[in-house]
T-cell receptor, first 115, second 114 residues
Framework: SAVISQKPSRDICQRGTSLTIQCQVD?????MFWYRQQPGQSLTLIAT?????????ESGFVIDKFPISRPNLTFSTLTVSNMSPEDSSIYLC????????????FGPGTRLTVT | GENVEQHPSTLSVQEGDSAVIKCTYS??????FPWYKQELGKGPQLIID?????GEKKDQRIAVTLNKTAKHFSLHITETQPEDSAVYFC?????????????FGKGTMLLVSP
C-alpha cells in the first residue's frame, strides 16, 4: 500500500485563523479524500480531491470553509478557514490507488485544536 | 444514503478470548465492506475487507463474515492479545465502475486485558 504523510501532525490555532494541511503520497494515486474525525467520533467524509478540477464536497461541507487543492497525483491540501473551536478535530487524508481498486488507505492524521 | 450501525460501542475481553464486532448496513447495493483498526494517536489501518461475492474471509487471527440477505457483516478476532486493543471501524460502500465513498460505523473500542 502507499505510504501517506501529513503535515502538520498537530497544531493549536487561534479562532478566526486558517490552517492548511498537506497530504503527500509516495506513489501516484487516482483518488484522494479528506475526512474529519471529531473527538471520540467516527470518520466523516469532507470531500473527494480531484486532480486538475474542483473537489467534490459532501453535504454539510462547503468550499469556502474547506478549500482543497490537488495539483498532481501525489499531493493534496485541505485548508480549514476562519476556524472556530467546533473545528477542533482530527483531519485525515486517504487514498485509493487507482480507479479499479477497492481499498482506501489513511494517513496518520492532523490533530487540530482551535482556541 | 447508506447508513451503517455498529455494535457494541465498547468490548472488554480477557487475553486469549475471542471478540466479535457486528455491523449492519441499509443499502442493499453496497458491495464492499472494509474493517479498520485505529490505535491511539494514529490514522485508521485497513486490516481486512470483504466483497459481496464472498461470504467469509480469514487472515490469521482475524476473519470477516458477510450475510447479504440480512445486510450484516461481522469481524471476528480469535486469541486476542493486548496489542489488539484499539478502536475498530466497519464501513460499507458501493463499488462499481466509478469510485464510491465509504460510510463508516461509529466504532467499537476493544480492550484486551492481560
Amino acid at each position: 500500500s502507499a505510504v501517506i504523510s501529513q503535515k502538520p501532525s498537530r497544531d493549536i490555532c487561534q479562532r478566526g485563523t486558517s490552517l492548511t494541511i498537506q497530504c503527500q503520497v509516495d506513489s501516484q494515486v487516482t483518488m484522494m479524500f479528506w475526512y474529519r474525525q471529531q473527538p471520540g467520533q467516527s470518520l466523516t467524509l469532507i470531500a473527494t480531491a480531484n486532480q486538475g478540477s474542483e473537489a467534490t464536497y459532501e453535504s454539510g461541507f462547503v468550499i469556502d470553509k474547506f478549500p482543497i487543492s490537488r495539483p498532481n497525483l501525489t499531493f493534496s491540501t485541505l485548508t480549514v478557514s476562519n476556524m472556530s473551536p467546533e473545528d477542533s478535530s482530527i483531519y485525515l487524508c486517504s487514498v485509493g490507488q487507482d480507479s479499479s481498486s477497492y481499498e482506501q488507505y489513511f494517513g496518520p492524521g492532523t490533530r487540530l485544536t482551535v482556541t | 444514503g447508506e447508513n451503517v450501525e455498529q455494535h457494541p460501542s465498547t468490548l472488554s475481553v480477557q487475553e486469549g478470548d475471542s471478540a466479535v464486532i457486528k455491523c449492519t448496513y441499509s443499502d442493499s447495493a453496497s458491495n464492499y465492506f472494509p474493517w479498520y483498526k485505529q490505535e491511539l494517536g494514529k490514522g485508521p489501518q485497513l486490516i481486512i475487507d470483504i466483497r459481496s461475492n464472498v461470504g467469509e474471509k480469514k487472515d490469521q487471527r482475524i476473519a470477516v463474515t458477510l450475510n447479504k440477505t440480512a445486510k450484516h457483516f461481522s469481524l471476528h478476532i480469535t486469541e486476542t492479545q493486548p496489542e489488539d486493543s484499539a478502536v475498530y471501524f466497519c464501513a460499507a460502500s458501493i463499488r462499481d465502475s466509478g469510485y464510491s465513498t465509504l460510510t463508516f460505523g461509529k466504532g467499537t473500542m476493544l480492550l484486551v486485558s492481560p
